[in-house]
């Protein structure tokens, strides 16, 4: 990226990421060094398969490196709304103790937001596994929302639910960001102009900073442009024409 800021939430030192696929091998980054600065909500482009959730679990440590360091100087979320650290046999509210401690957080003072928040009822009392995807979901934003991040990490997902439960989600976590920055993967440039003012786009195993968003969002629908152009077949001449 360019000049790198002294202040950063995430450092990625020469980070490479593969995966061995049955056909060959897919490298999503390829030794990258990047910043993510302090200071600055950041959106993160890419084409379908690029590699950008990956990104973004790599990030919060839910995923390990290929090779390289990835650094975080500040308190990084999981993804918002990640529900996979949740164990099936366990009840939600033996998730959310769980949580609690390891965050170093007051326990009855977690729980309480939690079950107000998620508003799943006795459901909060039984396992995980017997969640439906909409209750499990509550219970995962209601956990991010419990827990005070420097930087939050957001992939698609900003709120679940019905409307009622959008606009709660909407509201809690606008509060969060008064004083935390993001780290946001989307597709639609609106959301991403609600919370964002930079933007990185990775491809081809590349990650280029753009201090500002509207440059990088501009940059990033040429690209859906050429890629577009370069998949219109090519016409067939008849004779004659």
Avoid at 211 to 229: H, T, V
Wanted: hydrophobic fraction near 40%; charge should be positive; proline fraction near 4%.
């Amino acid at each position: 990226m360019r000049d790198s800021p002294v202040e950063a939430n995430i450092r990625l030192v020469d980070v490479t990421k593969k995966y061995k696929l049955r056909n060959g091998v897919k490298t999503v980054l390829d030794h990258v060094d990047f910043v993510f600065p302090k200071g600055m909500n950041v959106a993160v482009l890419g084409l379908n398969g690029a590699g950008k959730s990956t990104l973004i679990r790599l990030m919060s440590g839910a995923e390990e490196p290929t090779s390289g360091r990835i650094i975080r100087y500040s308190r990084i979320s999981w993804p918002l709304g990640f529900a996979g650290g949740f164990a099936a046999s366990m009840s939600g509210k033996e998730g959310v103790r769980f949580v609690a401690r390891i965050y170093g957080k007051d326990v009855r003072e977690v729980e309480d937001f939690v079950r107000s928040f998620a508003d799943i009822g006795n459901h909060y009392f039984m396992p995980v596994k017997t969640y439906s995807s909409g209750m499990r979901a509550r219970l995962a934003f209601g956990v991010s929302m419990a827990i005070d991040f420097d930087c939050y990490l957001v992939d698609e997902i900003l709120a679940v639910g019905d409307a009622v439960f959008r606009k709660r989600c909407e509201d809690v976590f606008n509060s969060k960001l008064q004083h935390s920055d993001i780290i946001m993967v989307a597709h639609s440039p609106n959301l991403l102009r609600k919370y964002c003012n930079a933007s990185a786009i990775l491809l081809d195993g590349r990650l280029d900073f753009y201090p500002d968003l509207e440059e990088g969002i501009r940059a990033y629908n040429d690209l859906i442009k050429r890629k577009q152009s370069a998949s219109k077949p090519i016409p067939v001449q008849t004779r004659g024409s």
